[in-house]
């Protein structure tokens, strides 16, 4: 069978997730809260590991963050779909090279999720939203 290792992250949580828990998806409580998720060193991460990170609820207020270790800063090449929603089928597509943090917006609804997997030497992203591209973000 294969079955996904699942784990929740509270509303106002602040999570450093650890190599092991590579291959997790990650259910990030909406509403209020500022969650706030550290992915481990990528070196010590190394290449293949991966996670997920899905919002479970609409945030009401307080965007989430989903960030690289202290010291890894701009290793993330993101790419986040949004505007899946719209009729005429076409999609906003915000792209950073040098990324550190993914952001779920205040406005970021149920089902917005983010897949980061490391290289071994750089994060790869792929966020996806119903949303325009502000609903999810790719900072430095």
Do not use: H
């Not at 998720?37 to 991966?50: E, M, Q």
């Not at 919002?55 to 505007?83: E, H, Q, R």
């Not at 899946?84 to 076409?90: E, F, G, N, Q, V």
């Not at 792209?95 to 980061?116: L, N, R």
């Amino acid at each position: 069978a294969d079955r996904k290792k699942i784990k929740s992250i509270a509303a106002a949580e602040a999570k450093s997730v650890s190599v092991a828990e590579c291959g997790t998806i990650f259910l990030l409580a909406g509403g209020a809260g500022t969650f706030n998720v550290t992915l481990p060193p990528i070196d010590s991460a190394g290449k293949g590991w991966w996670a997920k990170f899905v919002l479970l609820a609409d945030k009401a207020t307080n965007a989430g963050t989903v960030n690289v270790a202290s010291g890894d800063a701009n290793t993330m090449i993101a790419s986040v779909y949004g505007g899946l929603d719209k009729a005429d089928a076409t999609a906003n597509v915000e792209q950073d090279a040098a990324a550190g943090t993914i952001t779920f917006a205040a406005s970021a609804k149920a089902g917005y999720m983010v897949e980061i997997i490391c290289t071994g030497s750089k994060w790869i992203a792929q966020a996806f939203s119903a949303a325009s591209t502000t609903a999810m973000t790719a900072d430095n």
